[in-house]
């Protein structure tokens, strides 16, 4: 069997632990499953959150519910509201979050977004 093979499972979302991580401003509220090389991650942010770093990692990123900004680096920015989603492999952007009036959204990033594996 591959190691990293996930079997079928359900998530019940309610069952996982929020971890608050202090933003710029503001906080962002993670709830984490992680895997042989995947994570998978329901993200909200509160009103006011401006993320601390900016970040060149790659991600899938699904907008659950509300509105958020991401930035690149070169001052790009991006809105995205309920229902639409960004995808980055790594070290392809550096970019941050940013939002306004808060957000949930669904975060799936791992191995499979090397630069080198796409």
Not at 26 to 47: C, D, H
Not at 74 to 84: A, E, I, S, V
Not at 91 to 118: A, P
Request: charged content about 20%; aromatic content about 12%; glycine content about 10%.
């Amino acid at each position: 069997m591959n190691p990293s093979a996930i079997p079928f499972q359900t998530i019940d979302w309610t069952t996982v632990a929020k971890t608050e991580y202090r933003g710029e401003t503001g906080s962002a509220f993670w709830q984490t499953l992680q895997f042989s090389g995947l994570r998978v991650r329901i993200v909200e942010y509160a009103p006011g959150y401006l993320a601390d770093h900016w970040c060149s990692k790659g991600h899938i990123v699904h907008c659950l519910d509300g509105e958020f900004i991401s930035e690149l680096k070169d001052g790009t920015q991006f809105t995205l509201t309920k229902g639409m989603t960004y995808i980055v492999s790594d070290e392809m952007s550096s970019h941050r979050s940013i939002s306004k009036n808060g957000v949930t959204l669904l975060i799936v990033d791992g191995d499979f977004l090397g630069k080198n594996k796409i």
